[in-house]
């Protein structure tokens, strides 16, 4: 039995970038950081970042395009891939990525850590008071 299998909760280091192949085929792609905070010999609080590339097709893609953005804590799960190609100057060049399947917004940066992100906000007007009815004693 095999199993290729991620799973990572970071934060977005930019916005999504989204092309279309064949014009109705959606791919995003964006880096997510995670960090991992340890303590030196010496006792200091030290803090290591990996970057990951993580690429997204379809209706994953298009839940990247209309909700993700820079900044926002996010889970990520999906697969290790890697691909292979020769530059323009024939040397072979290898990308190691992380193939989503499923995104879930965690947090938006700045946010409150209650989860509670609406990922198209209306405005909302204040309610209005009632206006007292005039007193007319006359």
Not at 42 to 66: L, M, Q, Y
Not at 89 to 99: A, L
């Amino acid at each position: 039995m095999n199993l290729n299998k991620v799973m990572l909760i970071g934060r977005l280091g930019k916005s999504p970038e989204v092309n279309y192949i064949k014009e109705d085929t959606p791919v995003a792609k964006f880096p997510l950081a995670t960090s991992e905070t340890y303590k030196s010999k010496e006792g200091d609080k030290k803090e290591v970042t990996e970057w990951h590339n993580i690429v997204a097709w379809r209706f994953t893609a298009k839940f990247c395009e209309s909700y993700l953005e820079k900044g926002m804590l996010v889970y990520v799960e999906g697969k290790l891939q890697t691909r292979k190609w020769d530059g323009q100057d024939g040397v072979t060049r290898y990308s190691t990525e992380i193939v989503a399947d499923q995104i879930k917004i965690l947090e938006r940066k700045g946010a409150q850590q209650d989860g509670d992100y609406s990922p198209n906000p209306v405005a909302q007007k204040p309610a209005e008071k009632p206006q007292p009815a005039e007193n007319k004693f006359d």
